[in-house]
């Protein structure tokens, strides 16, 4: 059974910096490739995708985050990560971590990624 569980969020003041984790449970070990990824949520808003990583190694992000949000992931402790900087109060939400069963390629849409994980909520004030 996959499961997936988000920790880091918080509250911080604009300009700050936060780092996401993910630890995925039965997940790296039942596929070997796939797609990772970091969507958020914010209140009233439709969930975005924020950024992938496949297993092979690239990374995609969303143009609101390139150059502040860094994905990554530690196969040797089963944890994906997003480190955050640079936050504004527009990065505010809920975030989610997702992955794919297997797959070849990543693509920032929900209908890739079967498994989710609950939810951090990251709260950035002016």
């Known amino acids: 059974q996959v499961q997936l569980v988000e920790s880091g969020g918080g509250s911080v003041q604009a300009g700050g910096s936060l780092r996401l984790s993910c630890a995925a449970s039965g997940y790296y070990s039942r596929y070997s490739r796939y797609c990772m990824a970091w969507f958020r949520q914010a209140p009233g808003k439709q969930r975005e995708g924020v950024a992938t990583i496949h297993s092979d190694g690239p990374t995609s992000y969303a143009d609101s985050v390139k150059g502040r949000f860094t994905i990554f992931k530690d196969n040797a402790k089963n944890t994906l990560y997003l480190e955050m900087n640079s936050l504004k109060p527009e990065d505010t939400a809920m975030y989610y971590c997702?992955?794919?069963?297997?797959?070849?390629?990543?693509?920032?849409?929900?209908?890739?990624?079967?498994?989710w994980g609950q939810g951090t909520q990251v709260t950035v004030s002016s």
């Open positions: 997702a992955a794919s069963a297997w797959s070849s390629y990543c693509y920032m849409g929900e209908g890739l990624f079967g498994y």
